[in-house]
């Protein structure tokens, strides 16, 4: 293999197969007629991208990833050159000379499974970024860890929850096609709501979900551990209906939030036309902040955990947002006043006050 | 107490005074005619600050640090208001209301030892930057933890050491006063380069050394364990010299480094005009840089830890640095080819080559 390539498209394609991949073990670089693929492949996903490149020689290898990455991210020169030299793949520049150790396991890359679908990719990171950081990192119960992502006839529905809230979104699709009922796993997710541009395809078959955009596939086993619902936290008993601006009620919950006990634990009071949040703690003093808010219904008066209320009005950054409150131990329901072409809707599970 | 301030300007000093202590324990704010002072007081050091506030009722409090820097931080109003109720600082502004229980400890707040000289705020800053860095974070022996203060009749003299490296800067002092040698702790003038601006005082007495500079003041007892010295350190068996860009040579002791062995060594080959960097290690492969370099004297070329290297030559960012090597375990000292106002020599042990 020998060929010459722009080194920041190259260095970005190498970096986005290496963060796309669980583990950064090796990486497949293929130089042929179609330029350079630059690809990876572990226990449960395969990654795939596409770039140009001047191909001197064909040829096919396996490096180790982190220190390609390293290296390509950190030249200052226009264009590298690689090339196969006895048994290393040399990194070269103008007065510099890097030298990997080719690995000589095994590496297929499977096909993408059928394409059924494309979403704007804007909308689907928008999603994404709410919904992927709300699946637990770890859990006991995989049915936590993942997105369910379904898809309806004019619709994509993204899912997830770690038990103590739960993520909604929906966003058009671009093209009706096959249905897609798959629980992806959230982490990768999570990374394609950084790199994902474009029209986004979605891609599926029975065992297997993929992603593409712009030069970039993503395939992954979808996790088999039965399918989140709203129906496990929904309930009809809201009482209490609060209208309020999203970021000016998380500024006042990181400010009180300073005071809430061991457990962050604050407490929304609902008034005739505010809602006041107040905490307190032993050693710390007490806070209490009140915003004016639209109040409807009764006046039921919640607690919550400070970081999961934040971790809420994240996903309305900008927008005013309806509290729906229930009483006792039921969800609050957090949805935009004015929804944009993404439909978020956030549950939020209560705790008890002391 | 009872007083009215900005709240940019108090969160300033209060986050100041926190960052300038050890310990985050009890800040005391003290209002009366002169405004608000802001200090706090441990085992080694005092810190104080003086702001202007609208006094109402003059008064004196200790507060729990922490919490009220925060609250400051992240109130968004212009003004705020201070006021004793009870037992509680309240903490006030338009619809918010921080409370933070008074503590009945005692804080004395000794005077600032004699001021003996001054130097220019920014020169001490740039200085202190790449001394107190030098200094070993955590050592058995406190002379390696200190960063060594010497006034002569028209310079001063900063010198540290982790043993491994020693970094020595001068810079012109301002005026002349009685003479100061003193070894005070790293941690402190490393914070202090990250606040110091304007003129700043320099004081002393037997057992305190103190830095004065826009209504912050700063006092901390000297460290008691021998002194730095550059005779430690320095010699007289320089046969090879060799002058490059530091900033070049810097990014590609990065890039080269990304090679080396587990001990993060790499080698300063010297050519006739370049040095050529080298390094290898068995699972990642091998990577050498040939940079243009004035080179005298003879060929002697040394091995370094990549870190140490990078620490150096920060130091001389954006300068050309002369490198002054010695055959066998001696320093390499690294100066700039045209030094400026602030005049650093920085030495750095090789090591063996494997």
Known sequence: MDLTAATRSLSSAVSAAARLLTARSGLLLRAGKNGLTVGGSDSERTVRLTGDAMVHTDGEVIVPAGPLAETLRMLEDDLVRLVVEGSRLAVRVEGGRYALPLLSRELHLPDLPPKVSEVDGHALVTALRTVAGTAAKDDALPMFTGVRVQSFS?????????????????????????????LVPAGLLAETAKQARGVVGLHGDKTRFGLSWAGVTVTTAVLDAGFLSEKLIESSTVDTTVEVGADALAAAVRRVGVYADDRRVLTLEVGDSHVRLASSKQDTGEAEETLKAEVSGGRTSPS???????????????????LEIQPGMRACVIRAVEPGEVKLTYYVMPMLAR
């Open 154 to 182: 004019r619709e994509l529905r993204l899912t997830a929850s770690d038990r103590y809230r739960m993520a909604v979104a929906t966003l058009p699709l671009r093209s009706e096609g096959e249905p897609i009922d798959a």
């Open 304 to 322: 919550f955990q400070a970081r999961y209320l934040l971790d809420a009005l994240q996903g309305f950054a900008g927008e005013r947002v309806r």
